[in-house]
Nanobody
């Protein structure tokens, strides 16, 4: 059984740093590209960023503007989303997802349909 479990969300202050974690079980972690998505109230789920199976490349949505870093530790079967600082516009449920479409080329996987497995999400609420 495949499980992706996000953690690290909660109520934070604008300007604070934030780190989210995603622990994965039930699959060979290094065989999958990992990504983070988010969904704010009343909005569609949107792509945040992704990291290749071997951490050789990353790809981010334009709105990130250098504030977020996505990484992974294959020895720990864990992916991370680190925010240097958050703003109220970052308030959303954050999801991690895994795609089997790995390659030795950079894959710009930004659509929900391109991912096979999803976590249940962790709520991030940013106060001003």
């Amino acid at each position: 059984q495949v499980q992706l479990v996000e953690s690290g969300g909660g109520l934070v202050q604008a300007g604070d740093a934030l780190t989210l974690s995603c622990t994965v079980s039930g699959l060979t972690f290094s065989h999958y590209q990992l990504a983070w998505f988010r969904q704010a109230p009343g909005k569609e789920r949107e792509f945040v960023g992704t990291v290749r199976w071997d951490s050789a490349s990353t790809y981010y949505a334009d709105f990130v503007k250098g504030r977020f870093t996505i990484s992974r530790d294959n020895a720990e079967n864990t992916a991370y989303l680190e925010a240097d600082y958050v703003t109220p516009e970052d308030t959303a449920v954050y999801y991690c997802a895994a795609s089997s479409r790995i390659s030795h080329r950079t894959l710009y996987l930004s659509a929900t349909e391109e991912y096979d497995y999803w976590g249940q999400g962790t709520q991030v609420t940013v106060s001003s």
